[in-house]
Antibody, heavy 120, light 107 residues
């Protein structure tokens, strides 16, 4: 069974750093892309970026380029989304999703989401 | 960047009614358009891929059509469990983008 399990909710202060994770199982982790999607409170879905764990090829949305870093550790089938200095506006739910680049970049399996709250 | 414009933003519908949601792309994307359903407090779920291709396990009342710049998601005979937000998503080119979403409420 394909599963993406994300790390738990986080409460941070502005200026702090954070790294959240998404662990894949039930499939070949290095053969599929993992994308990250932001959903701010009460708002829609925003595509942030995507990584291919097989060779770490990474693409970012211009809106998020330079604001976050996407990485992956294929040895433990885990993708990451990290911030070096959080802002209150980073408060949101973050989802990871598996994408089969061979058949198309759509999210066929999704993680349960990680809620990030940034507040002083 | 390809902009996807969904309409309507909100729709209140009685059970068994037909629902139609449209998604317009700012430039031609062929059939690289996918639809998701997101119920309250849940992760998004893939409903339709490549404009009209069905997904295993998704009820047959959900269907998609369109190509180029204009796409439609249709829910035939709406059921109470279909109360959710619906999003279109393009994979024609990076950056991938989502439409703004359509919230469907059951009257």
């Amino acid at each position: 069974e394909v599963q993406l399990v994300q790390s738990g909710a986080e409460v941070k202060k502005p200026g702090e750093s954070l790294k959240i994770s998404c662990k894949g199982s039930g499939y070949s982790f290095t053969s599929y892309w993992i994308g990250w999607v932001r959903q701010m409170p009460g708002k829609g879905l925003e595509w942030m970026g995507i990584i291919y764990p097989g060779d770490s090829d990474t693409r970012y949305s211009p809106s998020f380029q330079g604001q976050v870093t996407i990485s992956a550790d294929k040895s433990i089938s885990t993708a990451y989304l990290q911030w070096s200095s959080l802002k209150a506006s980073d408060t949101a739910m973050y989802y990871c999703a598996r994408h089969d680049g061979a058949t198309g970049f759509f999210g066929d399996y999704w993680g349960q989401g990680t809620l990030v709250t940034v507040s002083s | 960047e390809i902009v996807l414009t969904q309409s309507p933003d909100f729709q209140s519908v009685t059970p068994k009614e037909k629902v139609t949601i449209t998604c317009r792309a700012s430039q031609s994307i062929g059939s690289s358009l996918h639809w998701y359903q997101q119920k309250p407090d849940q992760s998004p779920k893939l409903l339709i891929k490549y404009a009209s291709q069905s997904i295993s396990g998704v009820p047959s009342r959900f269907s998609g059509s369109g190509s180029g710049t204009d796409f439609t998601l249709t829910i035939n005979s709406l059921e109470a469990e279909d109360a959710a937000a619906y999003y279109c998503h393009q994979s024609s080119s990076f950056p991938l983008t989502f439409g703004g979403g359509t919230k469907v409420e059951i009257k």
